[in-house]
T-cell receptor
Framework: DVKVTQSSRYLVKRTGEKVFLECVQD?????MFWYRQDPGLGLRLIYFSYDVKMKEKGDIPEGYSVSREKKERFSLILESASTNQTSMYLC??????????????FGDGTRLSIL | AQTVTQSQPEMSVQEAETVTLSCTYD???????LFWYKQPPSRQMILVIR??????QNATENRFSVNFQKAAKSFSLKISDSQLGDAAMYFCAYHSAGSYQLTFGKGTKLSVIP
């Protein structure tokens, strides 16, 4: 089975801090994704990466950056955390190809609270 | 831009009964894929079922089936013989062929009544 592991289930940080959320997948997937999940809004794509060192903005990239130095690892960075970034963050991965016949596999999520 | 609409924020079903969750989408593409994902409380999101737009036959996975109406841009999920473990948030999602991006609906929270 595909395993997508997010480093923390729960995280509490303070405003202004630089926050790192880590995600590792063990299936050699080319594509990796970071989503934000808020009640009533569904999942919104923050950033995705289709290869090492490659990244593309999603729908809500403002206030975030990402890093993908190795194929298996995709990091989400909150440069200066703000209270409106309190949310559930989901990482996902999939095989190469935009054909859609390779579904995304999700991690357990990180519930981030910014105080 | 593609949009996915789930018009039922919450639904409930009696155990062993059948329930249908609605999803509509808007796209100008002809080649795309549709998915239903399930997210149990405090647990990982998993794929329930997927449908290729070029296939006329509706997808089925055990107790889960879809009613795909391409002309109407409708993609509903039917759960038969509902079980307590079916209680979850269900998300409808759209994926254009050639794109990396999944577009999700806002979700439907399904409760199963014993």
């Amino acid at each position: 089975d595909v395993k997508v592991t997010q480093s923390s289930r729960y995280l509490v940080k303070r405003t202004g801090e630089k926050v790192f959320l880590e995600c590792v997948q063990d299936m050699d997937h080319e594509n990796m994704f970071w989503y934000r999940q808020d009640p009533g809004l569904g999942l919104r794509l923050i950033y995705f990466s289709y290869d090492v060192k490659m990244k593309e903005k999603g729908d809500i990239p403002e206030g975030y950056s990402v890093s993908r130095e190795k194929k298996e690892r995709f990091s989400l960075i909150l440069e200066s955390a703000s209270t409106n970034q309190t949310s559930m963050y989901l990482c996902a991965s999939s095989f190469w190809g935009g054909a859609g016949n390779q579904p995304q596999h999700f991690g357990d999520g990180t519930r981030l609270s910014i105080l | 831009a593609q949009t996915v609409t789930q018009s039922q924020p919450e639904m409930s079903v009696q155990e062993a009964e059948t329930v249908t969750l609605s999803c509509t989408y808007d796209t100008s593409e002809s080649d795309y894929y549709l998915f239903w994902y399930k997210q149990p409380p405090s647990r990982q999101m998993i794929l329930v079922i997927r449908q290729e737009a070029y296939k006329q036959q509706n997808a089925t996975e055990n107790r889960f089936s879809v009613n795909f109406q391409k002309a109407a841009k409708s993609f509903s999920l039917k759960i038969s013989d509902s079980q307590l473990g079916d209680a979850a948030m269900y998300f409808c999602a759209y994926h254009s062929a050639g794109s990396y991006q999944l577009t999700f609906g806002k979700g439907t929270k399904l409760s199963v009544i014993p």
